[in-house]
């Protein structure tokens, strides 16, 4: 629920509604704004009765929010949140931030070197998995504990924060210790207990789309780890399961848009996962740019034809090196 005051009402009138919320045993929010203040209602279970509150002198209007996400919405939190990660500015108005790397950390010279090559680039964002959720067993599950060492070597060395996936809450407390922003992968969207340790942490979060999950399920996910006080979370379209096989996913490019209405969290886009092919990401990278997404994430291998994981989509360092060059005229053109 939303309570919006009258544009004059004083300060002693929002006071009242805010005690007014609290002895209902609910949870006050005041949104200040230039035009007039509203006041979020949260913890409530279901349709609060708001005849006691509609009365209260200031108040103009009540407005019941059935969106399973609160904290989340533009309703509760007009002004766009900026994230910052490792030194790095995720959100609206600011350039584009581009998060690349290879898929999985395979060793500490196949990190550094692709450090070195996204820096080069112009990259501002390391990424490389340590944990890799496999669709089966038998494939590189990654390196774990010692990938994380060679990731955050690897970013210190050309000076990029790191962003890695944690799967479990048991790999949170090493995750957090090496990496600068933590991934929740698209699998583990709707692991609500891991989402909540997260939010725990206050550590900047990618909050990736599940394969199969709506805006409203996406958004909700989200709302687990601001809910426990974070609201660094950055959130990646990367392409959901739909009956086409002919790409990896479906990049559902209308939500760079759409989430940007809904919400005030920054929203990235992943091309590579999205595609699962190489000659696809820099065509929808520029258009991800054009809807509105706030960055990207995309697979860099030095090497690609080796890689131990998502090769096909991975692109090599002339292909990443073309891309940003791209981009850089794009940004321009889009007023960056
Ligand atoms: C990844 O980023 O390497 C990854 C596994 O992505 P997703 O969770 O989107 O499949
Ligand atoms: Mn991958």
């Known amino acids: 629920m939303l309570i919006v005051m009258h544009h004059g009402a004083t300060a002693a009138q929002i006071l009242a509604v805010e005690e007014a919320v609290e002895a209902m045993g609910l949870r006050a929010e005041p949104i200040p704004g230039s035009e007039r203040t509203a006041i979020g209602v949260l913890g409530n279970q279901g349709y609060v ?15 019941h929010v059935s969106k399973p996400y609160k904290l989340v919405s533009r309703d509760f939190h ?28 395979e060793s500490e010279a196949q990190m550094l070197a692709s450090a070195r090559l996204v820096k080069a680039a112009g990259a501002h964002i390391l990424r490389g998995g340590a944990f890799k959720p496999r669709t089966g067993p038998h494939t590189f599950q990654g390196l774990g504990v010692e990938g994380l060492k060679y990731l955050r070597s690897a970013g210190d060395e050309t000076g990029m924060p790191v962003v890695t996936e944690v799967m479990r809450i048991g790999q949170l407390e090493d995750v957090c210790r090496y990496a600068d922003i933590l991934q929740i992968g698209a699998r583990n969207m709707q692991n609500f207990d891991l989402l909540k340790e997260v939010g725990k942490t206050g550590h900047p979060v990618l909050l990736k789309r599940g394969m199969s999950a709506t805006i409203e399920e996406f958004l909700s996910a989200a709302e687990y780890i601001l809910a426990e006080g ?95 060059n791209d981009l850089r005229g794009l940004m321009k053109y889009l007023g960056y």
């Not at 949140?81 to 790397?101: K, Q, S």
């Not at 759409?258 to 886009?269: D, F, T």
């Open 49 to 63: 009765d708001d005849t006691t509150i509609r009365e209260l002198p200031g108040v103009r209007e009540v407005i």
């Open 78 to 105: 007009p002004a766009p949140t900026v994230v910052e990660a490792g030194g790095v500015l995720v959100g609206e108005g600011l350039p584009p931030v581009i998060m690349a790397g290879p898929c999985s950390i």
């Open 230 to 324: 974070n609201e660094r979370v950055i959130l990646c379209e990367r392409g959901i399961r739909t009956f086409e096989r002919a790409t990896r996913n479906t990049l559902d490019l209308s939500v760079a848009t759409l989430i940007r209405e809904l919400s005030h969290l920054p929203i990235i886009v992943d091309p590579s996962h999205a595609t699962g092919k190489r000659s696809l990401v820099p065509v929808m990278s520029k258009a991800a740019l054009v809807a509105g997404a706030h960055g990207l994430m995309i697979e860099v291998h030095p090497e690609p034809e080796k890689a131990l994981c998502d090769g096909a989509q991975s692109l090599n360092g002339e292909g990443f090196t073309g891309l940003m």
